[in-house]
């Protein structure tokens, strides 16, 4: 079972970076192959409905953005750490929410309406200041 540990989260001004790491662990170890199985970030405002960010396959070949992060938002992963990163830049206070790392066994999972991962993070809070 993959289990992921999201850190890196916290206050940031409008226009600046954070990057958020997700550290996986049993993903070197699933069935499935590094070409398919993916990881990616989602992040859920008070009131607001989840929302998937992007997303990267285990060997980096293939990722996926939200139309509404591309340009500012760079997933990438570190196999060797065995950790997920989402670089975030020209922050906005509308970013401010709770991001969540997730795990599946193909990257086109991360954008159909479903609620079960093979793997969740417990999150972490990134609040954009104006």
């Known amino acids: 079972q993959v289990h992921l540990v999201e850190s890196g989260g916290g206050v940031v001004q409008a226009g600046g970076s954070l990057r958020l790491s997700c550290k996986a662990s049993?993903?070197?170890?699933?069935?499935?192959?590094?070409?398919?199985?993916?990881l990616g970030w989602f992040r859920q405002a008070p009131g607001k409905e989840r929302e998937f960010l992007a997303a990267i396959t285990w060997d980096g070949g293939k990722s996926e953005y939200a139309d509404s992060v591309k340009g500012r938002f760079t997933i990438s992963r570190d196999t060797a750490k065995n950790t997920v990163y989402l670089q975030m830049s020209s922050l906005k206070p509308e970013d401010t929410a709770v991001y969540s790392c997730?795990?599946?066994?193909?990257?086109?999972?991360?954008?159909?309406?479903?609620?079960?991962?093979?793997?969740w993070g417990q999150g972490t809070q990134v609040t954009v200041s104006s």
């Open positions: 049993g993903v070197s170890g699933s069935i499935y192959p590094p070409t398919s199985y993916a």
């Open positions: 997730a795990a599946d066994i193909y990257l086109e999972l991360f954008t159909v309406p479903k609620n079960e991962f093979d793997g």
